[in-house]
């Protein structure tokens, strides 16, 4: 990675002796949308807010292309910030939202109006400028608060659960628009969601947080096929990975996780040595599992509870002994709950984590 | 069956608009009285249709009697209180708002506890600590002014004056005020005014294009409150002002009443008919805010 745009080094930050920010460390390269997610209260947006400057940093360095910007003013950064109220005001247009910034920097009016006008035509806004917010709809007001952000011309577009606001069939409409304008406008971003699709479908990194801590900071698809922990496997993937508890045996030179349920599987190929008889984790995505007809090919037997039909696929969820566990199928499957089952998974998308949550390393 | 439901429905509602009618006319009665009193060449005491109609009563009370003085006073020291509680108001409704601090409850209860005390009971240390400000003020500003020094004193001064007046009534109407407008910015999100620092606002231009707008219905509703309530103050006026040149409309019209020989109904209704327009002004204003401010906040 060449110079990072932001860079967080050791960045913390406490609420009077309540610590919300522990070290974080991460950089934002040139160009990159970077989603921080997270459960609520887990200092997310907190963290964003302090990229933003509009809450103090207790300790570490906010390095902006290259310069500490810990105390430079939050008008200074070169940074925008979208709300997740979208923060517009009622009192003006939209074409004087869009360009109050500029008409605070007593940019000249036909400036500002050709800059509202470049905006608003990229955001097709354009028939709109005399309106005021209360006037629009959801996605229109949401589309003037970017125009707000990025007739700025920032370098970093900061955005707090934009999208929260929404109903769904909006929600995927602007998810696509915001990548469209990152793809066209090319701006450093940092997007704060809760939703894990979300993050998913958007970022180019992820930060996952939790208590004010970096659990991982990856790409999506590293976040899904190797979380480090417990939380980022049940935190990133919808539906939720089934983490099982059990204890590691051996079966003669194969190390297996025996689960509390009674059942065994075999862990071939991993290092365990040593390890015999410590309490473990079992890692597995419901697309992982599948149920079968032949007893002989299934790795443990489980009770249908839940079906859940879809139509292109099925969700089961299955108990066995204290264990609750989803299974995703393929197509549709008529199930009903009470019903056994054999239930098969696949050997080689095992996640394996130790007492304290941590991956086991294959 | 349903003949008897249906008679019985008519009944009722016979009975609600009688008594709402006859509670209307009651209510409505001294305005009529004074209505056409104030135009009447020879009022009484008693409701009549007048015997002739004229206007003579009006041009009698801005004429003969000091209606313009009385009517300026009033509008000068009420308008001067209303313009103080908005800045005042506003200022501390916002502070009162975002602020954490632990004693920000407590306060707001005791300028409520104010509010609810009798003001009349405070009266007598209210003007003991006036009469000292007064007396100190005297003492500085005879010497530099001679003998202008009653023109500054009916200006400048707490007692006799129109600062004193301005102040009490100031400070009379400051707690509701404030906590209409604590209210009111408890509904206005922060994100405005960090949007507007992400824009690179001052914070006096956060104030003047971004707070003040916001606030506008609530100032204009606590502003409305202010002026109502100070434009039919009465006891305060009466106390504090004795000189005849700072004499305001209520007590033009006390005074225009206690006359002992002549007891002239069509002067006092005229008089009183003009001390109710600003009121009623203001209140015609005060419903479009009112309802505003209070059916919540500001709607983005």
């Known amino acids: ?7 967080l080094k050791g960045v913390n930050k406490r609420y009077g002796h309540v610590q919300v920010i522990h070290d974080v460390d991460i950089a934002v390269a040139d160009g990159e949308f970077t989603v921080f997610v997270g459960p609520s209260g887990c200092g997310k947006s907190t963290l964003l807010r302090m990229i933003a400057g509009l809450e103090t940093i207790d300790g570490g360095d906010l390095v902006l292309n290259g310069k500490r910007i810990n105390d430079v003013p939050p008008d200074q950064r070169g940074i925008a910030m979208v709300f997740q109220s979208y ?3 009622p009192h003006m247009t939209v074409a004087q939202n869009i360009g109050f910034s500029l008409d605070l920097k007593k940019v000249p009016k036909a400036e500002i109006s050709r800059e509202v006008g470049r905006v608003a035509e990229l955001l097709q806004l354009s028939e709109l400028l005399d309106r005021r917010p209360a006037a629009l709809s959801g996605g229109q007001r949401q589309r003037v608060a970017i125009g707000r952000a990025i007739i700025k011309r920032p370098r970093v577009i900061l955005f707090d659960e934009p999208l929260s606001n929404l109903d769904a069939a909006l929600r995927v409409q602007m998810r696509a628009e915001l990548q469209k304008l990152h793809q066209e406008l090319k701006p450093t971003i940092v997007y704060v969601t809760h939703d894990q699709v979300e993050a998913m479908t958007m970022a180019s990194r992820i930060v996952v947080l939790n208590q004010g801590r970096v659990e991982q900071w990856d790409t999506p698809i590293a976040l899904y096929s190797n979380p480090v922990n417990t939380f980022v496997a049940g935190f990133i993937g919808s539906p ?9 045996g051996a079966d003669g030179d194969v190390t297996s996780f025996r689960a509390d349920a009674g059942w065994s599987v075999p862990l071939p190929g991993r290092s365990l040595a040593g390890k015999i008889g410590e309490r473990v984790t079992l890692g597995i995505r419901p697309e992982e599992i599948r149920p079968v007809d032949d007893a002989g090919k299934a790795d443990f ?5 839940i079906v859940e039909r879809l139509g292109a696929e099925t969700y089961l969820n299955v108990t066995s002994g204290d264990a609750t566990l989803l299974v995703r199928v393929q197509g549709d499957l008529a199930m009903s709950p009470g019903e056994p089952v054999q239930l098969a998974m696949n050997h080689d998308a095992f996640h394996l984590f130790d007492q304290s949550g941590r991956v086991i390393a294959a | 069956m349903a003949e008897v439901r249906s008679s019985r429905t008519v009944l009722t509602s016979i009975t609600a608009y009688g008594t709402l009618i006859v509670i209307s006319i009651f209510c409505l009665l001294p305005f009529v009285w004074m209505a056409l009193a104030s135009v009447d060449s020879n009022a009484q005491l008693f409701l009549k249709w007048p015997d002739s109609w004229t206007l003579d009563n009006y041009s009698r009370v801005f004429n003969k009697e000091d209606g313009y003085r009385w009517f300026g006073n009033s509008l000068f020291t009420v308008l001067s209180a209303t313009i103080l509680v908005i800045i005042i108001s506003g200022l501390g409704g916002y502070a009162l708002s975002r602020s954490r601090a632990w004693w920000k409850q407590p306060f707001l209860y005791a300028i409520l506890l104010i509010r609810v005390l009798p003001s009349t009971a405070l009266l007598v240390p209210l003007y003991k600590i006036l009469l000292g400000f007064n007396n100190a003020e005297g003492a500085v500003v005879r010497p ?22 301005i102040i ?6 400051l707690p509701l005020a404030l906590w209409i407008m604590k209210v009111f910015f408890d509904g206005v999100p922060k994100d405005f005014e960090e949007a507007a620092i992400l824009d690179g606002a001052t914070l006096v231009q956060r104030i003047r294009r971004v707070l003040i707008p916001l606030a506008l219905p609530g100032l204009a509703a606590a502003g409305l409150f202010t002026f109502m309530s100070a434009w039919g103050d009465f006891l305060l006026p009466l106390i504090l002002l004795s000189s005849a040149e700072l004499s305001t409309l209520p007590l033009g019209l006390f005074r225009a009443f206690l006359r002992v020989n002549e007891i002239d109904y069509g002067l006092l209704a005229a008089i009183a008919v003009v ?8 209140f015609s204003f005060a419903r479009r805010f009112l309802v505003q401010t209070f059916s919540g906040g500001v709607k983005g």
């Open chain 1, 240 to 248: 939720k990975m089934n983490l099982l508890s059990g204890t590691l």
């Open chain 1, 87 to 89: 923060a517009l005001y």
């Open chain 2, 275 to 282: 001390y109710l327009i600003p009121a009623v002004i203001a």
């Open chain 1, 301 to 305: 037997a489980a009770t249908v509870a």
């Open chain 2, 168 to 173: 009490v009534l100031t400070a009379g109407q």
């Open chain 1, 1 to 7: 990675m060449s110079t990072p745009m932001i860079e």
């Open chain 2, 144 to 165: 530099l002014f001679g003998s202008a020094s009653r023109q500054v004193m009916q200006i400048f001064g707490f007692i006799d004056g129109y600062l004193g007046l």
